[in-house]
């Protein structure tokens, strides 16, 4: 029963960062158990219960790609101690969204089958889903020591290419106010650009200055893309959705989003930065 204990570390005491990792992870049950009646309540239960479980599969394989960045900028290695977890429970999230899925079309797998292949989306989130299962599979112990770490590691690379395709996925399930995708993409971007200005850079940690001038430049990207994509899809020049950025009456566009966000990690490194650089207290030995 000791495998099954997830709220202990390898040395099998209790872990307050597992717990914290738990707790959130199942966050969204305790959240639909407590909108059970608004669920039930509305008109088609089952999808919304299907459209939960994707976004929270969304959420937490953008938590697992920010513990990389976050254990660096924190300077809190510990971090890593909780990311084949939270994986693992992106994975549970996303085999529920397909389960759930089956269940709408009252397991008929042939109308499963012939839904998947008729719907472009669908095609899209079933990729994502065949990825996650490759990754789940190979999170082991055992199976890292079988394939090997170098083998093992250009495998788990795939999950930039699973985030891209249930980003895809998630914008093509969205029909009319896309503000909320919008986000979530730029805080993607953000991921996958710190990872990409580090390799340049050849450094395992960025600094405060240059996190400063990411966050700027993926939230500057935020807004150009929101422009461009409403402009295509409404017919209107892009630079007139542009001119709304700072018309806060209508709401906060996602670009000021990405960048609060983005600020929050330039803070947190800036503290962290000058706390790990204050001098040790000399020690006091007493005499005799």
């Known amino acids: ?101 089956v269940a709408d079309q009252s397991f008929d797998p042939l109308k499963v089958f012939q839904e998947i292949t008729r719907r472009v989306y669908l095609i899209v989130g079933m990729a994502a889903f065949i990825g996650l299962t490759a990754l789940a599979i190979t999170s082991t112990d055992g199976m890292i020591k079988r394939m090997g770490g170098r083998s093992w590691r250009r495998l788990h690379q795939v999950i930039y290419v699973i985030a891209l395709l249930a980003l895809v996925h998630y914008f093509q399930q969205t029909k009319a106010d896309v503000t909320v995708p919008v986000f979530v ?20 940690e960025l600094s405060t200055l240059s996190l400063l001038a990411l966050s700027v430049i993926v939230a500057a990207l935020t807004f150009a893309g929101e422009a461009i994509g409403i402009g295509l899809q ?44 204050r001098p040790a207290r000399p020690r006091t030995v007493a005499a005799g």
């Not at 805080?187 to 050849?202: N, S, T």
């Not at 566009?253 to 650089?277: E, H, K, M, T």
């Open 185 to 204: 993409a730029g805080l993607f971007g953000w991921l996958a650009a710190y990872r990409i200005w580090a390799w340049w850079q050849d450094k395992a």
């Open 234 to 277: 409404f017919a209107v020049s892009p630079m007139r959705v542009l001119s709304t950025a700072f018309d806060f009456d209508v709401g906060i566009r996602p670009g000021w989003q990405v960048l609060a966000a983005g600020l929050v990690v330039v803070a947190l490194d800036f503290v962290r930065a000058r706390w790990n650089s």
């Open 1 to 101: 029963m000791a495998a099954y204990e997830l709220w202990r570390d390898r040395r099998g005491r209790v872990s307050a960062l597992r717990v914290v990792a738990l707790a959130l992870l199942l966050f969204p049950v305790a959240k639909a158990l407590v909108d059970a009646g608004a669920i039930a309540g509305g008109a088609r239960p089952l999808n919304d219960v299907i459209h939960r479980t994707g976004f929270w599969t969304l959420v937490f394989l953008g938590v697992t790609l920010a513990i990389t960045p976050l254990r660096r900028v924190g300077r809190y290695g510990n971090l890593i101690d909780v990311r084949r977890m939270i994986g693992v429970g992106t994975f549970c999230y996303a085999f529920a969204h397909i389960a759930l899925y």
